[in-house]
């Protein structure tokens, strides 16, 4: 290492993970990555993302200038140029066509850093439009829906609560090679192997037999997008049997009648053929969930980019409820943020509305003020009032990931701006933008996990300032008590390393396990 070297705390903002790692630094340049042992909730895990940070960062290809296209050619200009096409394009084109001619897409990176969080908001109220695509749509969405009109909420997702269950029944994810979604969780397949080291249960309902399925107690190779028909089945055993055990959620519960009815016919004998699943292994399953002492049941992007992945993710929640597992410690919490409002006196919220518009061409419903990506292409190429003739992009790139989006590159809009973000393997921006204006470098930008997503496993806020030579302000980093308890109750850490004891003795609640029917 040379004598100008030093190293400087960071918060991988590549997922939702937010691990922290410890960058080294030579002159401007990131030459390693390495976990970082100090950070209380990583605790050291580094992925091979994290890892790849200075390659990521000093990439050849990617963009460190805006571009602009001029006679059908991208090339170099200052962002005051930029800025001027944009000003010049837009303001015009909405007096002409009106404010749903602009079309805006945020992709994935937005909630990984604080510019993401505070400014889209702003830049979607000056446009007024309401065609709003997102990443979201693409493999998350179901669970949103399920979650606002299940708890009139649709960022209320309950993660399950890995440090603490004794049973954890996965569906449709692949954790040991994603590191998880909509739970964030450093080193989730550390948590994994740990819940197998105390004595707890995973169940993983995967067609493959991935990695996180060859480290479970039981695998069900179910038959692709028949997951709700599995959850009806599990739901339906649990109350044939008298398995049921809501507990204190008991008083809070309304509609368990019609539940009963709705699920009456989807037996495990009734779903087994359609699942490619045994009967018999299906009412183990759910017996299984019943008589844990804690449990939780965790659904993911397989059971959500399926047919009826709304029903799914709704039934994933049903399973915690009637097991008596939502919000209570080895279950599925509703996690808090470190800078959560202040609390406020019990009463009805604004609930949940869906379908208060709809797209132009297609009529798909909004959703969280959100258009489905799948529809973007058909907006912008079919011809018509309404047509979508600029497109936006923050931190994304539709023309690879969207559903259809190839069909569009042949008829691009009047003006397309990007400002590309963590540029992975292409390292290039939209396919098409009239112009294109950069971020910053990782490595000179602060990032901020208290906005980052509402799916922790632990209440717990980090900050990091930009590890550039030319600032070295320190970082703090406070956790709490995993997600039920107060963020009053958070203590913060300053370079402190965790303890080395370990962790304590899991602090599930023992209960009997629900009694059975004499009859069954």
Not at 85 to 110: C, D, F, S
Not at 318 to 345: K, Q
Not at 400 to 424: K, N
Request: aromatic fraction near 4%; charged fraction near 20%; glycine fraction near 8%.
């Amino acid at each position: 290492m040379s004598h100008d070297s030093r190293t400087a705390p960071r918060i991988c903002p590549l997922c939702e993970a937010t691990c922290g790692l410890t960058l080294t630094i030579e002159g401007t340049t990131v030459t390693g990555a390495r976990g970082d042992h100090d950070d209380v909730f990583s605790q050291g895990f580094i992925c091979p993302k994290g890892a790849s940070f200075g390659g990521l960062d000093a990439d050849p290809d990617r963009l460190r200038t805006p571009l602009v296209r001029t006679d059908g050619v991208l090339r170099e200009a200052t962002w005051s140029e930029a800025f001027d096409a944009v000003a010049a394009k837009i303001p015009a084109l909405t007096r002409e066509h009106g404010e749903q001619a602009v079309g805006v897409y945020l992709g994935n990176p937005n909630v990984h850093t604080m510019a993401g969080g505070l400014y889209p908001p702003l830049l979607l109220s000056a446009l007024g439009t309401r065609n709003v695509f997102t990443a979201s749509t693409l493999d998350q969405m179901p669970k949103h829906v399920s979650s606002g009109l299940l708890f009139g909420d649709a960022q209320a997702i309950p993660v399950p609560d890995l440090d603490r269950t004794a049973h954890l029944l996965l569906i449709g994810a692949n954790p040991l090679e994603s590191n998880g979604s909509l739970c964030t969780a450093p080193d989730f397949p550390g948590r994994l192997r740990a819940l197998r080291r105390r004595g707890g249960t995973l169940t993983v309902v995967d067609p493959r037999r991935t990695r996180t399925a060859r480290l479970a107690d039981r695998h069900a190779a179910i038959r692709p997008g028949t997951d709700a028909l599995l959850l009806a089945a599990l739901t339906q055993v649990l109350v044939e049997e008298k398995l049921t055990d809501p507990g204190a959620l008991g008083e809070h519960l309304e509609g368990l009648d019609e539940l009963t009815e709705a699920i009456a016919d989807f037996t495990p004998e009734a779903v087994a053929a359609a699942c490619d699943l045994d009967a018999e292994t299906i009412r183990a399953i759910a017996r299984e969930l019943a008589a844990a002492p804690a449990a939780a049941v965790y659904g993911r992007i397989g059971s959500c980019t399926v047919e009826h992945g709304t029903l799914a993710s709704w039934l994933v929640d049903v399973l915690n409820i009637l097991t008596g597992n939502l919000d209570r410690p080895g279950g599925a919490l509703f996690p808090l943020s470190a800078t959560a409002r202040a609390p406020r006196a019990a009463a009805p919220g604004k609930g949940f509305a869906l379908g208060r518009w709809t797209s132009r061409v297609s009529g798909h419903p909004e959703a969280k003020g959100e258009l489905p990506v799948s529809a973007l292409a058909e907006e912008i190429e079919t011809p018509g009032e309404g047509r979508i003739r600029a497109l936006i992009v923050v931190a994304g790139n539709p023309v690879l990931s969207a559903p259809t989006a190839t069909a569009s590159t042949g008829h691009s809009p009047t003006a397309s701006t990007s400002w590309s973000a963590w540029i992975r393997t292409s390292t290039r921006p939209l396919v098409t933008p009239t112009s294109s204006c950069p971020r910053r470098l990782p490595r000179r930008a602060p990032t901020s996990t208290s906005r980052s997503t509402p799916s922790r496993c632990a209440t717990r806020c980090a900050t990091a300032a930009p590890p550039s030579p030319w600032r070295r302000a320190g970082w703090t980093r406070a956790r709490s008590s995993p997600g039920w308890s107060s963020p009053s109750a958070a203590c913060t850490a300053r370079r402190r390393r965790p303890s080395t004891t370990g962790p304590s003795e899991p602090r599930w609640p023992r209960r009997e396990p629900p009694r059975r029917s004499p009859a069954n």
